[in-house]
């Protein structure tokens, strides 16, 4: 049978935004491909009216048709969705990733919508689409929830896949590849693992545990040969690519496996990787591993500089100094580093914001990014801010940059905007104040404290940001632009030594 997988991926602040890979598709349409299915994938970068997506849908002409998205994207999954009854395309749906999981009620709800599943996809949708084949019921399958004139069937979660390498290698070349984001510029992303250990309030792995149950194993990491075997199958297939990215939430955590992937990462791939760590479990010996390894970057998670908002408010139980000692051990190997903060943080203040941008100006960090925080349905910072009444509107915007929903009284949205937009300058300029001999240091940041403290100065701040941001994302797509023609004349090259070396072996 024939399965359409629609994935809405919009970015509206990035200029001809090409959208990124995702691994929850590219893992189903593996799994479909294997069982002998045909897979196709819309992927909407772009703003798609009504029209084009139903046109696009009738060229496909599935058998079923399979929605996923970040709660980010929910409301357009629902529009999506309601444009395919409003059409009468009788093509049955079902929705997965992230947010029905975490949302289900919402989500089955959706008008057009007639199945959802929750949880990791693979096995229930493999199941779906035999039963659909063979015309056997399908209200009873562990992960769905079925919608049938009007009445729904929970099913429960089957337990979690805990041999990961039993999983194929995920089909990429449902994308767009080579153009995507990261792709386009030679970085391929890759998943070593999933899950993550910890408990943060604002992040759904606590939720998802929840969902799973006790005694589930969330956390799993395959095989480093199965890693190892699917990196050097892509860069086999893209030989453009000369770097990787691992998008788990913490590469090194097992140490065991982490010496084994360092010794064969080294000696069989030996190109360039960027991963994310945390802090507070990041010693010598694992930036030791990372260096050996071959890595260039390392991101950690600092979220906010305020010791008691980092702790009672996102239960991330580490401290300055041991943020400020995994970043010292990575300068001191060579490894660039990249910060994770968020502004809008139920409770913050102007002070505890400068308290975040103080701390990145004192670990000599190389690259920050700044975010806005998001109340994802279901965490328990959700929770604590439906509780307080926080909330000003319903709705997130479509990416964790976007403006505040929560109406906080220790801070207004004009503040949150203008320290996320300003977050880095400020980081650069309490460096430089940092360096001043310590009376006339301590004094200039009082003073830059009680300034930026003021809503006025948010406001000047904030007129001035729109014109200078509009060049930086001009510059930023020149040179995007650039660094793409020189990769398509570089695999062009490439190409026509393949065939000039080709024809040599036949002569």
Same mark, same amino acid.
């Given at each position: 049978?024939?399965?359409?997988?629609?994935?809405?991926?919009?970015?509206?602040?990035?200029?001809?935004?090409?959208?990124?890979?995702?691994?929850?598709?590219?893992?189903?349409?593996?799994?479909?491909?294997?069982?002998?299915?045909?897979?196709?994938?819309?992927?909407?970068?772009?703003?798609?009216?009504?029209?084009?997506?139903?046109?696009?849908?009738?060229?496909?002409?599935?058998?079923?048709?399979?929605?996923?998205?970040?709660?980010?994207?929910?409301?357009?999954?629902?529009?999506?969705?309601?444009?395919?009854?409003?059409?009468?395309?009788?093509?049955?749906?079902?929705?997965?990733?992230?947010?029905?999981?975490?949302?289900?009620?919402?989500?089955?709800?959706?008008?057009?919508?007639?199945?959802?599943?929750?949880?990791?996809?693979?096995?229930?949708?493999?199941?779906?689409?035999?039963?659909?084949?063979?015309?056997?019921?399908?209200?009873?399958?562990?992960?769905?929830?079925?919608?049938?004139?009007?009445?729904?069937?929970?099913?429960?979660?089957?337990?979690?896949?805990?041999? !990961?390498?039993?999983? %194929?290698?995920?089909?990429?070349? =449902? #994308?767009?590849?080579?153009? /995507? $984001?990261?792709? *386009?510029?030679?970085?391929?992303?890759?998943?070593?693992?999933?899950?993550?250990?910890?408990?943060?309030?604002?992040?759904?792995?606590?939720?998802?545990?929840?969902?799973?149950?006790?005694?589930?194993?969330?956390?799993?990491?395959?095989?480093?040969?199965?890693?190892?075997?699917?990196?050097?199958?892509? !860069?086999?297939?893209? %030989?453009?690519?000369?770097?990787? =990215? #691992?998008?788990?939430?913490? /590469? $090194?955590?097992? *140490?065991?496996?982490?010496?084994?992937?360092?010794?064969?990462?080294?000696?069989?791939?030996?190109?360039?990787?960027?991963?994310?760590?945390?802090?507070?479990?990041?010693?010598?010996?694992?930036?030791?591993?990372?260096?050996?390894?071959?890595?260039?970057?390392?991101?950690?998670?600092?979220?906010?500089?305020?010791?008691?908002?980092?702790?009672?408010?996102?239960?991330?139980?580490?401290?300055?100094?041991?943020?400020?000692?995994?970043?010292?051990?990575?300068?001191?190997?060579?490894?660039?580093?990249?910060?994770?903060?968020?502004?809008?943080?139920?409770?913050?203040?102007?002070?505890?914001?400068?308290?975040?941008?103080?701390?990145?100006?004192?670990?000599?960090?190389?690259?920050?990014?700044?975010?806005?925080?998001?109340?994802?349905?279901?965490?328990?910072?959700?929770?604590?801010?439906?509780?307080?009444?926080?909330?000003?509107?319903?709705?997130?915007?479509?990416?964790?940059?976007?403006?505040?929903?929560?109406?906080?009284?220790?801070?207004?949205?004009?503040?949150?905007?203008?320290?996320?937009?300003?977050?880095?300058?400020?980081?650069?300029?309490?460096?430089?104040?940092?360096?001043?001999?310590?009376?006339?240091?301590?004094?200039?940041?009082?003073?830059?404290?009680?300034?930026?403290?003021?809503?006025?100065?948010?406001?000047?701040?904030?007129?001035?940001?729109?014109?200078?941001?509009?060049?930086?994302?001009?510059?930023?797509?020149?040179?995007?632009?650039?660094?793409?023609?020189?990769?398509?004349?570089?695999?062009?090259?490439?190409?026509?030594?393949?065939?000039?070396?080709?024809?040599?072996?036949?002569?």
């Amino acid at each position: 049978m024939k399965i359409t997988f629609v994935y809405p991926d919009t970015y509206p602040d990035y200029p001809k935004w090409p959208g990124g890979f995702y691994f929850g598709i590219a893992s189903l349409s593996s799994i479909l491909k294997g069982e002998g299915h045909q897979t196709s994938l819309i992927h909407i970068t772009q703003p798609i009216n009504k029209y084009d997506f139903i046109k696009r849908i009738r060229s496909d002409d599935p058998d079923l048709i399979g929605f996923s998205s970040t709660s980010h994207h929910a409301r357009f999954v629902k529009e999506l969705a309601s444009w395919l009854v409003e059409a009468k395309v009788e093509v049955p749906t079902i929705y997965g990733g992230i947010h029905p999981t975490i949302v289900a009620e919402e989500s089955i709800a959706m008008d057009g919508i007639d199945m959802i599943c929750r949880g990791e996809g693979e096995a229930a949708l493999a199941e779906l689409c035999h039963r659909i084949e063979k015309k056997q019921d399908t209200k009873d399958i562990e992960n769905l929830w079925v919608k049938t004139d009007g009445k729904i069937t929970r099913n429960p979660i089957r337990p979690l896949l805990d041999d !990961l390498d039993r999983l %194929p290698f995920p089909d990429r070349s =449902i #994308f767009n590849y080579s153009n /995507l $984001l990261d792709e *386009r510029e030679g970085v391929a992303v890759f998943l070593a693992s999933k899950g993550c250990p910890y408990s943060c309030t604002y992040c759904t792995n606590h939720l998802l545990r929840k969902i799973y149950g006790k005694g589930s194993k969330t956390v799993r990491f395959r095989s480093v040969d199965n890693v190892i075997a699917e990196i050097k199958q892509v !860069l086999y297939n893209y %030989p453009h690519i000369n770097s990787i =990215i #691992f998008h788990d939430d913490i /590469l $090194l955590l097992k *140490r065991t496996w982490a010496e084994e992937f360092t010794e064969k990462y080294r000696s069989e791939i030996n190109i360039p990787f960027i991963c994310n760590a945390r802090a507070d479990v990041t010693d010598e010996a694992v930036v030791n591993l990372l260096k050996k390894a071959g890595c260039s970057h390392v991101k950690f998670g600092i979220e906010s500089g305020n010791a008691e908002i980092r702790s009672r408010v996102l239960n991330r139980h580490m401290t300055n100094d041991q943020i400020k000692k995994a970043f010292a051990l990575c300068r001191k190997a060579g490894l660039m580093t990249l910060s994770f903060n968020m502004v809008g943080i139920p409770y913050e203040t102007p002070d505890t914001i400068l308290d975040t941008i103080k701390l990145n100006a004192s670990i000599g960090v190389n690259y920050i990014q700044a975010t806005i925080y998001q109340p994802y349905q279901g965490t328990k910072l959700n929770e604590l801010c439906r509780e307080q009444n926080f909330y000003g509107s319903e709705g997130l915007g479509p990416s964790f940059y976007s403006p505040t929903v929560l109406k906080l009284n220790t801070l207004s949205p004009t503040q949150i905007l203008m320290f996320k937009e300003n977050f880095r300058a400020l980081t650069r300029y309490y460096q430089v104040l940092q360096k001043l001999p310590t009376v006339l240091s301590h004094i200039a940041i009082r003073f830059s404290d009680k300034i930026l403290s003021f809503n006025l100065t948010a406001h000047v701040l904030n007129l001035i940001h729109v014109p200078l941001n509009y060049l930086y994302l001009r510059c930023i797509q020149l040179k995007v632009k650039s660094k793409i023609a020189h990769l398509q004349a570089s695999n062009q090259k490439h190409l026509i030594t393949l065939k000039g070396g080709h024809s040599e072996g036949k002569t």
